[in-house]
C-alpha cells in the first residue's frame, strides 16, 4: 500500500487553528518488531534503512570498535549499538538497534519548527521529509534522551537553529 497526503495525519510546525490533512477512513496499522532474541549484530536492518531511504553515510575509521557508524546522523538513521563485556571468563557482544521507533506520539514532530518535514501517517509512520534542509537534527530536538553533546556531534554545533532543547533562556547560555 502506498503512503499518500491523505494519509497524513500529523505535520510538524503546524497548531490545532491549522486544519488537519484528511485520512482515510481505512488505516492498516503497522507496527515495528525486532526480536533481539534472534539479532546476531549483522547490521541488516541498519543497511536495509540506508537503502530504503536513499541515504548513504561517509565512510568512517575503525576505532577498534564494531561501531561504525559511530552515531546516529543526518546521514545515518539507524545504527547499531555494540558494547563489550566480560563474563564468566568470556568476552561477549550486547547489542541494541537505535533510530526512529516511529513513537505514537513523536516527540520529534512536536518539536520541529519546520513545518511539513516530519510527517506521522494514518498507520503510524513516522517519516521525514529529505527535501526539508535539516530535518533529521531538527528531529533530535524533540527526542527525549538526546543530549546537548549529541546534538553537537550531528549537527556540528550546539547552536543550530534546530539543536536546542528547552526554553528560551536555555538559548542564552554558552555551549
Not at 530536538?141 to 528547552?166: D, E, F, H, Q, Y
Request: aromatic fraction near 6%; charge should be positive; include cysteine.
Amino acid at each position: 500500500m502506498a503512503m499518500e497526503t491523505q494519509d497524513i495525519i500529523k505535520r510538524s510546525a503546524t497548531n490545532p487553528i491549522t486544519p488537519a490533512p484528511r485520512a482515510r477512513d481505512y488505516k492498516a496499522e503497522v507496527a515495528k518488531l525486532i526480536d533481539v532474541s534472534s539479532c546476531v549484530g549483522c547490521k541488516a536492518c541498519q543497511v536495509a534503512c540506508s537503502e530504503w531511504n536513499d541515504i548513504r553515510d561517509d565512510v568512517g575509521h575503525c576505532v577498534g570498535v564494531y561501531d561504525n557508524p559511530a552515531d546516529l546522523s543526518a546521514k545515518s538513521w539507524t545504527v547499531m549499538r555494540f558494547s563489550e563485556t566480560e563474563q564468566n571468563g568470556k568476552l561477549e557482544w550486547l547489542i541494541r538497534k537505535d533510530g526512529c521507533m516511529h513513537c505514537a506520539e513523536p516527540g520529534c514532530l512536536k518539536a520541529c519548527p519546520s513545518a511539513g518535514a516530519i510527517i506521522q501517517y494514518a498507520n503510524g509512520i513516522v517519516d521525514f521529509q529529505q527535501e526539508t534542509a535539516s530535518a533529521a537534527a531538527t528531529a533530535l530536538r524533540g527526542v527525549r534522551l538526546t543530549s546537548r553533546a549529541s546534538i553537537k556531534r550531528i549537527t556540528g554545533s550546539i547552536n543550530a537553529p534546530c539543536a536546542w532543547i528547552g526554553s528560551a533562556s536555555a538559548r542564552n547560555r554558552p555551549a
